[in-house]
């Protein structure tokens, strides 16, 4: 297990709840990676309870969203977890801030067996992924049996690329690659610019009010709130697809979106692609894909919870 420097202090970008209790552990992955995660437990619990551990957006870390979800979900009677993946945040890694698949697959799985570790939780273990980590959360749940219950909040498909999009983002990939045999610096790029103008897309915009503005969602650790990485690293997913065998997916799956997302037809596609009577798609009317990461007013958290207990038997 790698040594982490962890802070100890509270830096989230939302309140601390007196309700819950928090602490901060480490876990390993069988790739090897040390994963850094908040624990957030009921006040006074006693006995087994089921857990739920969360993960997203993609590009941010378990002080933004992942943790509000975390501590909300905690304070309704779940033992919860929000957790920095591989090579992100306070979790090991290099390099750092890249991203994989398959290794992010298996971080889910790596934090399953953490939980079953735990004398406190019992074997109702669920996750929840928000944004990219959504989707990631369904190739998780296709591949492991244990995670009982799969919740996606404005899930996407990382895979999903307009066919110009991805040439021209293999281009950009390969001509950083040659110029780094050759001696130059690695292209790196801001996943969300830092500055926005009236020409901006919206999402775009809305991408920016979140993770740029430090009275919401910035922190410091976070990629997408202004580290800027090598623009190979995240090609490998629309390399190779995450969703395969997310029809063979036979546990319960809700997933939890925005009608005035982007990637609401995203998030419509892999639905359509899954089977069975114990998969729900629930609709927020008027909300965006980004009102989803911490707009608490536009956030089903009682849906979210009355799935979890429905299915946590």
């Known amino acids: 297990m790698a040594q982490l420097n962890l802070v100890t202090e509270w830096d989230k970008t939302f309140k ?24 957030y437990k009921p006040k006074n619990a006693e006995g087994k309870l089921s857990s739920i551990i969360v993960c997203g957006p ?36 290099l390099p750092r801030n890249t991203t994989s698949p398959d290794i992010n697959t298996e971080d889910y799985s790596a934090a399953v067996d953490y939980m079953i570790s735990r004398d406190d939780v019992d074997d109702k273990i669920g996750i929840l992924g928000i944004c990219g980590w959504g989707g990631i959360a369904l190739s998780a749940a296709a591949k492991d049996p244990r995670i009982k219950v799969i919740v996606g909040a404005t899930a996407a498909n990382l895979s999903d690329f307009p066919l110009e999009n991805r040439k021209m983002a293999l281009a950009a990939v390969a001509a950083s690659r040659t110029g780094e045999v050759k001696g130059q610096e ?25 993770y740029r503005n430090p009275e919401r969602g910035y922190h410091k650790r976070s990629i997408n709130s202004g580290i800027a990485t090598d623009v190979a690293a995240s090609t490998s997913y629309f390399h190779f697809s995450m969703f395969t065998y997310i029809d063979q997916i036979e546990n319960p799956v809700l997933l939890v979106h925005g009608d005035q997302a982007y990637t609401y037809p995203e998030a ?13 798609f629930y609709t927020v009317a008027g909300a965006s894909h980004t009102d989803l990461y911490d707009q608490v007013d536009k956030i089903p958290f009682d849906e979210i919870e009355k799935f979890y207990r429905e299915y946590f038997v």
Do not use: C, W
Request: glycine residues 8%; hydrophobic residues 30%; negative net charge.
């Open 16 to 39: 601390k709840s007196e309700k819950v209790d928090h602490s901060k552990v480490t876990f390993d992955t069988k790739f090897g990676f040390t994963l850094a995660a908040d624990v």
């Open 186 to 210: 690695a292209m790196t790029a801001y996943s969300v610019p830092e500055v926005i103008d009236e020409n901006t897309p919206q999402p775009v915009k809305d991408f920016y009010n979140y």
């Open 268 to 280: 419509k596609g892999l639905f359509d692609r899954m089977k069975g009577d114990n998969k729900k």
């Open 58 to 93: 993609y590009g941010a870390v378990k002080e933004q969203s992942s943790g509000l979800y975390a501590q909300t979900l905690a304070e309704k009677g779940f033992l919860t977890m929000a957790f920095d993946p591989s090579y992100t945040g306070e979790s090991s890694g």
